[in-house]
C-alpha cells in the first residue's frame, strides 16, 4: 500500500493504491486523494468505519464489490459534499439510515446486493439531485415513499429484487421525464401499469415482470423511441381475448427494441400480422406460458437477431416453420407445450449456434433428425412426451448436457455410444420400447445425476460397475424385465432416489447407503427379492438347511404361524431315538389310514432340504382334536388352488415323552398371516406394515377365488367354517391364501352335509364371523357371510368383536349407516398412507 500527501489549503490528502493480493482488514484508516475520491478493491473486509467524519470534503465514497459486513453508520450523513455512494455488492445488514437523506449533495446512491432489510426512508425523497438510485437484490419491504417518485432528476429506478408493494403513481411518467432504466421486477406491486409511462420519452429500459399487475399493456408505449427492453412478464396482464396483444401494433416505431418479454400472463388470441413490424433488431422474444393460440406466424422470418424465441406452454397448432434456419444467431428455441404437429424439420440442424432445443408435450412424428448432429453446441435437447418413432442417435450429441426422450415411441436399444456423453447429467429415455441391455458404458458418464430408463423393455443384468457414477442421485429402472441381482455397488453412490420395481430382480437386497431409507426406494414387484430394512417388509433370505456329520442330525428351522398354536419341532431323527431307547412300540399308523392316504412318513421329511417350512401342531388334550386332525387332513388331501395354503404332510407319531403326536406340516407363508397386517401388534417388530387400497383389493380378491373354488370345482364341495384374517396367509409376493380346515365340512353329492366326515368340535365358526346360517343349514352362505365380514374389516380396520358393536350394532350395520355421504370418514385410514 502507497500513500502519498498533497497539500492544497489546509487540507491534506492521501492517494491509495493497492498493490498487495492478501486481504486487507479496513480499520479506520482515512485515505483520499486530490480528487476526494475514497476508492476500494476486493480486498476490503471488515465495518463501513464511522468516523468517516473526519472527511467533510469527501465526495466519492467507492466500496463496491468488497466484503463489508455491519450496518451503514448514521454518521456518513453528515457528508455534507459527498456526491456518490457506491457500496453495493457487500454483506451490508440492517437497515437504510433516513441519515442519508440529508446529503443533498447525493447523485449516487448504490447499496445494492445487499442484506438491507426494513422500508425506503421517506427523506432519501429529499435527495432532488439524485440521477442513480439502486437498492435492488435486497430484503426491503413495505412501500416506495411517494417523494422519491418526485424526483425528477432520476434517470436510473432500480429496486428489483425486494419485498416492496403498492401501486405505481398514475403520474410517473410525468414527474420521472429522465427516466431511462426503470426496474421494479420481482416485488409485489399490484395494480395496473400507468399509461403515463410513455411521457417518460428517455425511457430504455422497461421491466416490471413478476409483480401482481393486473389490466392491460398501454397501447401508447410506441411513444417511447429509445425503448430497448420491455418485460412484463410474470404477472396477471390480460383477459384472455384478442386484444390483450394490441400493444405490439404501437411497439413498430421502437425500432430499437431488442428484448420483448411477456411470457406467464393472461393474454389470448393469435398473434397479430403486425408483429411482423416490430424491431429487426429484436434478439429475444419471450411469449411463453400464455393462451395464444393458431400457427406460427410466418412474420416472425424477419427476426433474424434471435438469438432467443420462446413460445412454449401456449395452444399454437400447425408445424415447426421450415424458416425458422434463418436464424442462424439463434441459442434457445422453446416450443414445448403446445399442439404442433409433423415432423422436426431437419433444417432444424442448420441452427449451428443452438445450445437448448424444448420441444416436449406436443404432437410430433416421425424420427429425430440426424442433422441435429450439426449443431455442435447443442447442450439441452428434449423431445419428450411426443410420437416420435426410430431410433436414438446418441451418437450425434457428444456434448449434450441434457437429453430428454421420454413418453415417445422410440425403439431398438440405448446405444452404446451413450458412454461418449462424458458432460451429461440428465439423461431421460423412459416410457419408450426400448430393449435390449442396458450398456455398461454408461458407467462412463461420470457426471451423471438423472439417470430414467423405467417403462421399457430393457432385459439382462444390472450393469456391475456403477461404483464409477459418483455424482449419481436419481435412478429409475422400474418396470422393465431385468433380472439377476442388485449390485451392491449401488449402496456405495449418493442416491436421493431409486426404483428398482417390477422387474425381475433375485436374492438378498442391500442395506447400506440409499437402501436405509425405504422413503428413497422401491423394490416392489420384484418376486424374489428377500432381505432388506424391515419397513421394505420383505420376505426373509432363506435360511439353508443342510445335513452335518455322520450321524446324518439336521437342523430343521421351523417358522410358527401366527395365531395357532405351534412351537419348535425337533428334528425326528431324535424322536426315532429316543423311540429305540425307551424300546416302546411305535405307533406310527393312524387307524384311519383310508382319510391320508397322502401320508409321507417322518423319516422322508428328514431327507428335505433347503426348506423353510410351517408346522400345525395339534392340542391332543382339547376334545375333539384327533377328529379334527382327521377332517382336516381328509380335506386338504385333494384340494390344490393358488389361494389355498400348500400341505406338504400330514404327521401321526410318538413324542420323545411317549404321547402321542399329531402335526400337518405346511408350505411357509413368509408374510404372516392378515390379522397381523391389519391389527399389528404394539409390541411386534414389524408394527410398521400397513396395506394400502390396491393390496387389500388383491387379497380379497385371492380370499373370493379360493372359495369359490372349494364351493363349485371340489369334487365335493368344501364349506370352510372358520374364514376370517388369522386364517388368511400372505406369501412373499402377498398372494393371499386360506388356511385351517380344522372346521371344514364336506357336502356330498346331493349338497348334504357329511355328518360322517366332519370336525365336531364346538360351534362352527368364530364369534364375529361365524354367521346365522349355519344353523339354519345354508352353509356355503355361511361362508359368504363370513367372507363379507373379513372384507369389511380389512377396509375399516375393525374388528367384529370391537367393543363398540354392542347391543345390536354391528359391524355391517355401522358401515351401511355410513353409505354413501361417509365412506371416507369409516375407511381405515392406514389405507390411503399419508405423503411426507
Known amino acids: 500500500m502507497i500513500l502519498s500527501t498533497s497539500a492544497t489549503g489546509k487540507e491534506l490528502h492521501a492517494a491509495i493504491s493497492i498493490k498487495e493480493s492478501r486481504p486487507w482488514t479496513y480499520k479506520a484508516i482515512l485515505c483520499v486523494d486530490p480528487y476526494h475520491h475514497m476508492l476500494a478493491t476486493s480486498a476490503f473486509s471488515g465495518r463501513i468505519p464511522s468516523n468517516l467524519t473526519n472527511c467533510p470534503e469527501l465526495r466519492v465514497m467507492d466500496f463496491i464489490q ?75 419491504s413495505g ?55 410513455s411521457n417518460a420519452s428517455r425511457l430504455e429500459t422497461i421491466d416490471l415482470s413478476y409483480n401482481k399487475l393486473v389490466g392491460q ?57 403486425s408483429i411482423r413490424n416490430l424491431s429487426m433488431q429484436l434478439s429475444k422474444l419471450y411469449l411463453n406460458d400464455n393462451q395464444l393460440s393458431g400457427i406460427i406466424p410466418t412474420a416472425f422470418e424477419n427476426f433474424i437477431n434471435l438469438t ?27 416450443l414445448g407445450g403446445n ?52 431410433v436414438i442417435p446418441i451418437s450425434h450429441f457428444p456434448q449434450i448436457l ?74 429409475d429402472l422400474s418396470r422393465n424385465n431385468l433380472s439377476g441381482t442388485i449390485p451392491k455397488d449401488l449402496q456405495n453412490l449418493s442416491l436421493l432416489y431409486l426404483n428398482l420395481s417390477f422387474n425381475n430382480l433375485e436374492g438378498e437386497v442391500p442395506t447400506e447407503g440409499v437402501f436405509r431409507n425405504a422413503s428413497g426406494i422401491s423394490v416392489t414387484g420384484n418376486k424374489k427379492l428377500c432381505g432388506g430394512i424391515l419397513e421394505l417388509q420383505l420376505q426373509a433370505c432363506d435360511i439353508k438347511v443342510k445335513k452335518r456329520g455322520k450321524s446324518h442330525a439336521l437342523k430343521l428351522t421351523v417358522i410358527i404361524v401366527c395365531g395357532i398354536l405351534c412351537f419348535l419341532l425337533s ?50 388334550q382339547q376334545k375333539g382334536a384327533s377328529k379334527s386332525f382327521i377332517a382336516e387332513c381328509n380335506v386338504l388331501r385333494n384340494i390344490r388352488h393358488r389361494n389355498l395354503v400348500k400341505t406338504l404332510t400330514c404327521c401321526a407319531s410318538i413324542d420323545y415323552k411317549g404321547n402321542e403326536f399329531k402335526a400337518i406340516v405346511f408350505e411357509f407363508m413368509a408374510n404372516g398371516s392378515l390379522e397381523n397386517w391389519l391389527h399389528p401388534n404394539i409390541d411386534n417388530e414389524n408394527q410398521s406394515r400397513n396395506l394400502n387400497l390396491l393390496q387389500r383389493l388383491i387379497i380379497a380378491i385371492d380370499v373370493a377365488s379360493a372359495l369359490h373354488y372349494l364351493h363349485e370345482y371340489c369334487k365335493r364341495p368344501i364349506i370352510h367354517c372358520d374364514l376370517k384374517p388369522s386364517n388368511v396367509l400372505l406369501d412373499n409376493d402377498m398372494i393371499a391364501h386360506v388356511s385351517d380346515f380344522g372346521l371344514a365340512r364336506l357336502l356330498s353329492a346331493t349338497n348334504d352335509v357329511s355328518q360322517n366326515q366332519t370336525s365336531t368340535v364346538g360351534i362352527k365358526g368364530s364369534i364375529g364371523y361365524a354367521a346365522p346360517e349355519y344353523g339354519a343349514g345354508g352353509v356355503k352362505e355361511g361362508d359368504v357371510y363370513s367372507y363379507g365380514i373379513l372384507v369389511l374389516e380389512m377396509f375399516t380396520g375393525r374388528r367384529p368383536t370391537d367393543k363398540m358393536f354392542k347391543d345390536g350394532f354391528n359391524l355391517h350395520n355401522f358401515v351401511r349407516m355410513a353409505l354413501p355421504e361417509r365412506l371416507v370418514q369409516i375407511v381405515d385410514p392406514k389405507t390411503f398412507p399419508q405423503e411426507k
Open 217 to 273: 399493456v398501454p397501447t401508447d408505449l410506441g411513444n417511447l423511441l429509445d425503448l430497448q427492453w420491455l418485460g412484463v412478464g410474470q404477472n396477471n396482464l390480460g383477459s384472455n381475448n384478442s386484444k390483450d396483444l394490441d400493444f405490439l401494433t404501437s411497439l413498430k416505431n421502437c425500432t430499437k427494441l431488442e428484448i420483448l418479454e411477456f411470457s406467464s400472463n393472461n393474454f389470448g388470441g393469435s398473434l397479430p400480422n
Open 66 to 140: 468488497n466484503k463489508l459486513i455491519g450496518n451503514i453508520p448514521v454518521e456518513l450523513g453528515s457528508l455534507r459534499k459527498l456526491e456518490k455512494l457506491y457500496i453495493g455488492e457487500n454483506n451490508l445488514t440492517g437497515g437504510i439510515p433516513p441519515s442519508l437523506g440529508n446529503i443533498s449533495s447525493l447523485q449516487v446512491l448504490n447499496l445494492g446486493l445487499n442484506n438491507f432489510v426494513g422500508n425506503i426512508p421517506d427523506e432519501i425523497g429529499r435527495l432532488q439531485r439524485l440521477s442513480f438510485f439502486h437498492v435492488g437484490a435486497n430484503n426491503l
Open 339 to 390: 399442439r404442433l404437429s409433423g415432423h422436426i424439420p431437419s433444417s432444424i440442424g442448420d441452427l449451428t449456434q443452438l445450445v437448448v432445443l424444448y420441444l416436449s408435450r406436443n404432437n410430433l412424428e416421425g424420427s429425430i433428425p440426424s442433422s441435429l448432429g450439426n449443431c455442435k453446441y447443442l447442450q439441452s435437447l428434449e423431445i419428450s412426451t411426443n410420437n416420435l418413432g426410430g
Open 402 to 475: 441434457v437429453l430428454s426422450l421420454a413418453q415417445n415411441s422410440l425403439n431398438g436399444t440405448l446405444p452404446v455410444e451413450v458412454g461418449n456423453l462424458k458432460n451429461i447429467f440428465y439423461l431421460d429415455v423412459s416410457e419408450n420400447n426400448l430393449s435390449g441391455e442396458i450398456p455398461r458404458t454408461i458407467s462412463d458418464c461420470l457426471t451423471l445425476e438423472n439417470l430414467y430408463l423405467q417403462g421399457n423393455s430393457f432385459q439382462g443384468t444390472l450393469p456391475p460397475s456403477w461404483a464409477s457414477l459418483r455424482g449419481l442421485q436419481y435412478l
Open 571 to 620: 428334528s425326528l431323527f431324535l424322536v426315532l431315538y429316543w423311540r429305540r431307547k425307551s424300546k416302546k412300540k411305535s405307533s406310527s399308523t393312524l387307524s384311519n389310514t383310508e382319510l391320508i392316504s397322502k401320508y409321507i412318513k417322518e423319516t422322508e421329511i428328514v431327507d428335505q432340504e433347503e426348506m423353510i417350512i410351517a408346522v400345525k401342531v395339534l392340542n391332543l
Open 308 to 334: 432467443i424465441l420462446n413460445m412454449a406452454n401456449n395452444l399454437f397448432t400447425g408445424s415447426i416453420p421450415a424458416y425458422f434456419m434463418k436464424f442462424q444467431k439463434l441459442g434457445g428455441l422453446f
Open 143 to 197: 412501500m416506495i415513499p411517494y417523494s422519491l417518485y418526485n424526483i425528477s432528476a432520476l434517470s436510473t429506478f432500480s429496486i428489483l429484487l425486494n419485498q416492496l408493494n403498492g401501486t405505481l403513481p398514475d403520474n410517473i411518467g410525468l414527474t420521472l421525464p429522465n427516466l431511462r432504466f426503470l426496474s421494479m421486477s420481482v416485488n409485489k406491486f399490484f395494480g395496473s401499469i400507468p399509461v403515463s409511462l
